[in-house]
């Protein structure tokens, strides 16, 4: 636990304080993840997923297929499904069709991502179709690059705005859930993700990775975090920390999107019980790669994020993983750039080959 006092003028303790060999660095993790999924409200046993496809098109390099999956709670995922083209291409004109594409014992295995959107109240529709704003379609280039992707809507985005409500508000989830996170539920929701590209016989369920922008960005390595199936993760301005940050609520109660309640009566206390690059430290030693920009409107403190980075690549070198951490600090705003982008893939492919 941080007083916010202490944050704001030393910062975090760093991660290998009183570590001294990797059995008491399980041991610290292990007392970072009980203090984060008590905080964030736990997460309920996964259950085994089912799809529904809903429609499917054929694109040039791809086929684009609208499912739903099953989640905790008797809840459904809607996302979109894309599959790179192999040299001929299917006959799709029926259901079973595609469920012969995704299931046959004799398809080629492709590599894969679950891609999440940033704030975008198109949800997954800004990432992984042509519709997508400049810089955001990262699941659309990924497929043409050989992965199979996943994108789904987080709560309150997409498909899954609430009839008669606006996008990214989360009242009507609290009511339902009011000892919950909204956190914890796009985490679960993007697990089940993970267990529905385990189904597919076209996915090498060895090469599963992660990638998001903003949002997406920090639920990337929220998911890896507690989620060893997740083989690397790309996180694109999303990470930020609690010290210098001038909006403290925006992790807890707020108006529309509420992340996790009970960080505002923790902040109303003056203290908090982790810092994010704690969080980001329980990914270690999967890959990780994280960009900032300098000049981001939405996370506006880079410095004390920057020395969150240095702290992390520690932890990697002390792990003799220093290959598998790369950060990236630019000059850009917001913003998932071109030449960015194409460092984060090769990074992917190097780590999903």
């Not at 979109?80 to 079973?96: A, H, M, R, Y």
């Not at 903003?214 to 790309?234: C, E, M, P, W």
């Amino acid at each position: 636990m941080y007083t916010l006092k202490a944050l704001e003028k030393d910062g975090a303790l760093p991660l290998l304080h009183n570590v001294n060999n990797m059995d008491e660095w399980h041991e610290k993790r292990s007392t970072i993840r009980r203090n984060w999924l008590d905080c964030i409200g736990d997460l309920p046993p996964l259950v085994k997923p089912s799809m529904k496809i809903n429609t499917w098109e054929i694109h040039t390099d791809y086929y684009l297929i609208n499912i739903c999956y099953s989640t905790v709670y008797e809840d459904w995922v809607p996302a979109n499904l894309l599959v790179p083209k192999v040299l001929v291409e299917e006959n799709l004109e029926t259901e079973s069709d595609v469920l012969h594409l995704l299931s046959s014992a004799k398809s080629k295995q492709f590599r894969a991502v679950i891609a999440l959107h940033p704030t975008s109240e198109n949800g997954k529709e800004d990432i992984s179709t042509t519709a997508g704003r400049k810089n955001r379609q990262y699941g659309l280039e990924l497929v043409k690059r050989g992965f199979v992707v996943l994108a789904p809507d987080t709560i309150t985005a997409g498909e899954r705005v609430l009839q008669n409500e606006e996008p990214f508000q989360t009242a009507a989830f609290y009511k339902s859930h009011p000892k919950w996170s909204a956190v914890a539920k796009m985490i679960v929701d993007h697990q089940q993700g993970i267990s529905l590209l385990e189904e597919l016989n076209i996915v090498d369920k060895t090469k599963i990775g992660a990638i998001g922008h903003s949002l997406g960005g920090y639920n990337s390595f929220f998911l890896a975090g507690v989620d060893s199936r997740v083989k690397a993760v790309v996180c694109s301005c999303g990470f930020s920390l609690f010290a210098q940050d001038p909006e403290k609520h925006r992790w807890g109660r707020r108006e529309w999107f509420s992340h996790i309640p009970k960080i505002s009566d923790y902040i109303n206390d003056g203290i908090v019980p982790f810092e994010f690059t704690e969080i980001a430290a329980l990914v270690a030693p999967t890959p990780l790669f994280l960009w900032m920009g300098q000049n981001d409107r939405i996370f506006p403190r880079w410095e004390p994020a920057a020395k969150g980075l240095v702290e992390l690549n520690s932890l990697y070198e002390w792990m003799e993983e220093g290959e598998r951490f790369t950060s990236l600090l630019g000059n850009a705003g917001h913003d998932f750039p071109p030449e960015i982008r194409q460092i984060a893939y090769a990074f992917l492919d190097k780590w999903l080959s």
